[in-house]
């Protein structure tokens, strides 16, 4: 096969809807975060999760994040998804450090070589996603972004974090968000008009979840916590709720899975009332490893100060676990109420509603842990999740991207009269290193990158079967 | 450059490569023909057959009349000393002009005597560059065209390198190694064959490299023979200083440490290694060992020699008194320049307003040192000018000893410096011990020694509040001691530095192979890092014709091989780390007693 | 025997890819960089000067002449002898091996012989270098220990960087030679 050939596909992909006969116009997504594997979290699974059930509906969707240790470079992960890990230096939280210019040259090179039509950043927290954003709209590309978190509005660096996050967006073509509680949030915060602004919830895998209740030992009450050990889980909560339930309920275990800064605390404790054999402390848990501690457990707590949308509950649920949780941020949206006791944040009325749980359990008017995944598995799959992400890229596509000049004036109407002037001014910058780099190097001389997945994608699932197969069925076409 | 992620491009392009009709190729055969005997007269070609790698390496040219019986024999006998397996692998015929069509008849019979499979045919015309070859195989079932491949090898420089990195165990693993180092191995282990003179009146005569240096190698013979009893005394007479040095009596505690201390002795210790290595008379196993000696020796000479020179100059013009004459003086202007310094910090330094007392009390405690220490010096001067001429007299052990006894002298003329920077340094820790301490009192921690972290502690009023007092008191007068500190820190750094270049200098002459860049430079052949191949000429018809080269080691390769071992460690931690020790307040040492300490 | 065929580099540079087929398994691919341009040469050697009588006219101290002058000469050595690649060629024979070559415009040459025993395979690779993800050429050396591992990847045309319409050209022709030793018994 010519290697023109090979180049063609992507270019033909550029030229618009209708290229696969009248079927829906093949996006060109690429996902930017800072957070992404082996970094383990929920929006690293969210956005390796959501690529490859759009990969597997005909898209090509490639993701950028930054350097991992020693993982740098280019790799490929399952059916072909393509992972850049840039060289950058990583700040704080893993989150890169931006000078907002100085990604521009990679970012832009890997635009313009793997002709990207969408540019999907996730997470507020990601500087990256905000460099990259801020490049694409430079670049005349289309632009949509995920928030996973919420925000308060009081203190000082919420304010910083709110006036950054309404200049990142207010030139942005979409918004999604993960529960209805998190857009209101996203909208007042960043002053956003609500309708571009969609919820497309989280989702789990259920067949990662399954419940197996012959691990359980029933002679004990087990309750599982399974989350980073930081302030923002309520940890501090935690080790209030502790002694007090152990001191009731003599057959009560805890079983805590996770690591992080506040571990210190869940030790002191343990170590003050002599809890050794009743409070496990499991450490740092490898994804694949939460579903085997989940099923050790009868109810699962959730003690987080604020959350957009909790998947650790779906999957706590999914595997047929009695979920009490915190009722903050979109917590209350995401399971119905016969599956999860909400309390409000505080030891006290959390030690209830565990009580409650306990004395559900003891009198066993709790649902078969069979039933309750059955029902929690229709809610939340990833192919929906894809199905109704790829709606928001075909509106998306249609829409056009804000020229310079207009761009300017949102900038400086929008964000306030010397917010807007800076950042317009920081946009104009950004334009003119675009046209020295596109005069360096101009984008005719930039390899066509080799399309690995999508509709004509060199890495199709044939190949995975073996290459006797895969040259059979290549002869027709050399 | 980021080349080192890597990731197969699994591309449509690359794929459908293996679609292509592949040619039906037979198995390519390869015959390393030595260059000098390409102007060899007609004859039968011996070598090695290495038949898993389907490739003839040819040795020599045994030309005609020959009794076959005889050259059977002759071959058996070879391959009993080298233990190659040489065998006759075909004919050899270089036609001066265009004639003798019989020849090659009987070439091809003489396949039939000297049975070997394949046999190769390799026949010159004229000047020809192109030879043609072909190979006769009887018992094969398939008779297919066989491409040949002949490439040309200079079995003098073939014979002497040595490929690297080099093989550890000899024998049985070359076999299996590479396809190079068989075919080093083959030339290098048939020595012998190469040894019998082209005058000889054998019954058999033979084309192959002939060294020339006979006469040298009788001289080196000899050199050989005179040196065994001159290495045998040397051994003595070290094993009697060896012996002296391990003796009990200076094994008692203030002396050992006096002698960890002074790199003089160590550096004296290192060279007599050198020459227990270089004078024992156990044979150099392997070619790294002798390269190894070669370069001790080389290194132990040029030394000595410098030394000499150096010694040479101090001697001349009553150089030494002048130096004894200007090093009292240096002295005391140190002393002076450090009195004034201390008066400096004393008062206000830089505008900084310190606390007084305290300012006070540490600076007169230094002033006294300083006295001490002037005293101390003016009570050495009338004997620093007979010290320095015996000092200098051991130049002669070397230039590396005499630098190490400089090295020596600046400390023992910096012990002041040391004795501030040791004091500050202290007192500084101590502080910033105490504030880190009092610092977690004051945030209601406490450090659990058992557990080694950090425990949350109640503590009373009173606790709390004597703690809140030290940590105040201690807080304000941090600055002075920080100030002190830092000055004397700064000093013994510029101590250290002095000393570092000195000892990297002593390094440097320790540890740079000399021998083996020498070699590199003036014969590149004999440490090979691999071949290179160059293409010839080609014609249509004829065997493809490559020139094997040796391609020799880079510079650095051979430093990086044969670096000599040194004694002093640097230190491992990195510049972090040092600069986390100097604001902590613990003691930096010099790069020497750093590994000391460590051992 | 021998066919050329024009290229560009990663960055913009016209280079020329030289094939020359020896024998069937014998195959010479030479990529060759543009010349040293009189006109760069004569820019910084001027640009250096200009600055040195600059700074002569500032300090007026003679010493500053004679160092531009030795600066620019000890500067153009070096690039010519270690930086400044006017040639790197792949010579590819079937049963022997490959050997890596790359000339030097002062007529240095380093070269390196790769056996085919240690040769796993020849592929085309993604890299970032210098503010861009370029595609390169590499030799995958053979993990004695593990048949299946990859010890050492050795990249090729590391100074010409050729595009990859280039890369592929050269990619066929060495996989055409190494194919046919993977058929023969």
Redesign the interface.
Known sequence: MAPGSAQGAPAAGRSGPGMDGGGPAAHIVCMVSDFFYPNMGGVESHVYQLSQCLIERGHKVLVVTHAYGHRKGVRYLTSGLKVYYLPLKVMYNQSTATTLFHSLPLLRYIFVRERVTIVHAHSSFSAMAHDALFHAKTMGLRTVFTDHSLFGFADVSSVLTNKLLTVSLCDTNHIICVSYTSKENTVLRAALDPRIVSVIPNAVDPTDFTPDPSRRDDSTITIVVVSRLVYRKGIDLLSGIIPELCQKYPELHFLVGGEGPKRIVLEEVRERYQLHDRVRLLGGLEHQDVRNVLVQGHIFLNTSLTEAFCMAIVEAASCGLQVVSTRVGGIPEVLPENLIILCEPSVKSLCDGLEKAIAQLRSGTLPSPETVHNEVKTFYTWRNVAERTEKVYDRVADEVVLPMKERLDRLMTHCGPVTGCIFAFFAVLNFLLLTFLRWMTPDSIIDVAIDATGPKGAWTKQYFFGKKRRVKEELPNS | MDLKDFRHLMNRDCMSIGVHPCRVTAMVLKVFFPSCCSSADSGILIGRWISEQNSAVILAVVHFPFIPVQVKQYLGEVQRVTKVSVSVLGSWSNSKQEKEESLSEFLEDLGTIFCHEPWIQISKEGDSKFWSCSILQKHSKNPQEEEIILVYYDQRKVMLSHLHPPLDTAGQRAEDASKLSAIFDTVARSQVLFMTDRYDEGPIKLTHWQSDGVEASIIVELLKQASVPGCMLLTFLLSLLSGICRSRLLKFWPLSFLWSKLSTCEQLGHRLQHLQVISSNKKAQNQNQLMRKANIFVSLLIDVALGILLMSWLYRKNRIGHLADTLIPVADHVAEELQDLLQWLMGAPAGLKMNRALDQVLGRFFLYHIHLWISYIHLLSPFIEMILWYVGLSACLGLTVALCILSDIIELLTFHIYCFYVYGARLYCLKIYGLSSLWRLFRGKKWNVLRQRVDSCSYDLDQLFIGTLLFTILLFLLPTTALYYLVFTLLRLLVVIVQGLIHLLVDLIDSLPLYSLILRLCRSYRLAAGVKFRVLEQQDGKPLRLLMQINPLSYGGVVQTYRLPTYSCYPRDSWASLCKKLFLGELIYPWKHKGDKQN | ?AEERRF?S???VPIALRRRQ?????R?LAVRGPRLQLRSLSAATSAVWLAAYGLFALCENSMVLSAAIFITLIGLIIYLHFVKVDQESL?V????GI?V?SAYASGKES???I????VKDV???????M??????L?ILLQDPEDPQGVSE?V?LF?SSKP???CL?EV??SC??IL??RK???
């Open positions: 025997m560009l990663a960055s913009g020896h024998s069937a398994s014998c010479e010579l024979i079937g049963s022997l050997q070559t070269t390196t012989f056996e085919m025993g240690q592929v085309i690779n993604e890299a970032i270098h503010q861009k993800v370029i595609y390169y590499c990847v990249p590391q595009r990859l319409d592929i990619y066929k996989q055409e194919e046919q058929t023969a018994p």
